[in-house]
C-alpha cells in the first residue's frame, strides 16, 4: 500500500477507523492519525490482513511517530444507540481529540461521523488508503490490549484470544458461565440465549 490514494485528497491527511463493531462483548475503538507521509513504516496495511506480532510492531512504531488519538463507546452506550450510530460517537471521540485544523479527514466506510467536519468517506478505505490502515492497526491493537486486560478479571471467556468475537469458545462460554455486563445484550446470539 503506499500514500498516493491518500494524496488525492490532500496534502495533510488525518485517517480514522474504527473496530469491534461486530463482537459479542467489549466497547467499540476509533483511531485518527495523522500519517507523516515522508516518514511511515513499512508494512501498513488493513490491520484485519496483518498477523498479531507484526501489527503490534507497527503499532509501536505509529504512536512514536504520529500525532493520534483514540476514542471508544462503551457497551452500554452500543446497547442505546445501536452499532452504528456507537462507531460514529467512537469517531467522534477520536477526531475531538486531535487538531483538525486544515486537515481532510478520511473515513473508512460510507457514514460521515460529522456532518461539519471536512470528511470523506472512502468505502474499503483500511485497503486503500495508508492513513486509514494505519488507524485501523492502532484501533485494532489499542482494542485487543484493552481486552486482554480485561480478560484477567473475566479469564473464563478467552478474551485474551478472542477479543470479544463470537467463536464457538466464547459462545461455549456464555452458555456455561452466563454474560457479564461487557456483554452486549442486543446482538443476536446473546439476545436469543436471554430470551430462550
Known amino acids: 500500500m503506499n ?5 488525492k485528497f490532500g496534502r495533510n491527511i488525518i485517517g480514522v477507523d474504527e473496530v469491534g463493531r461486530g463482537c459479542l462483548a467489549g ?5 485518527a492519525i495523522k500519517l507523516d507521509q515522508n516518514n511511515f513504516p ?25 500525532e493520534y ?14 452499532i452504528l450510530q456507537s462507531s460514529l460517537l467512537a469517531m467522534n471521540r477520536a477526531l475531538e481529540k486531535i487538531n483538525i485544523k486544515d ?21 474499503k478505505g483500511d485497503q486503500k488508503c495508508i492513513s486509514i490502515a494505519a488507524a ?8 485487543d490490549l484493552f481486552m486482554e486486560e480485561l ?5 473464563n471467556y478467552s478474551w485474551e484470544k478472542n477479543c470479544g468475537y463470537g467463536t464457538k469458545k466464547h459462545l461455549e462460554a456464555i452458555k456455561k458461565f452466563g454474560i457479564t455486563e461487557h456483554h452486549r445484550k442486543t446482538f443476536s446470539p446473546i439476545h436469543n440465549l436471554l430470551i430462550s
Open 42 to 66: 513499512e508494512g501498513i496495511n488493513d490491520s484485519k490482513k496483518i498477523n498479531k506480532s507484526k501489527r503490534l510492531e507497527i503499532f509501536k512504531v505509529l504512536i512514536k511517530k504520529c
Open 103 to 123: 486537515h481532510v479527514i478520511l473515513v473508512d466506510g460510507n457514514f460521515s461521523p460529522d456532518k461539519n467536519k471536512n470528511i470523506r468517506t472512502v468505502i
Open 27 to 31: 466497547p467499540v475503538f476509533a483511531a
Open 151 to 155: 480478560s484477567l478479571k473475566f479469564p
Open 69 to 82: 488519538s483514540v476514542g471508544i463507546s462503551s457497551v452500554n452506550e452500543i446497547e442505546k444507540l445501536n
Open 136 to 143: 485501523s492497526i492502532i484501533a485494532k491493537v489499542s482494542r
Open 3 to 7: 500514500i498516493l490514494n491518500d494524496l
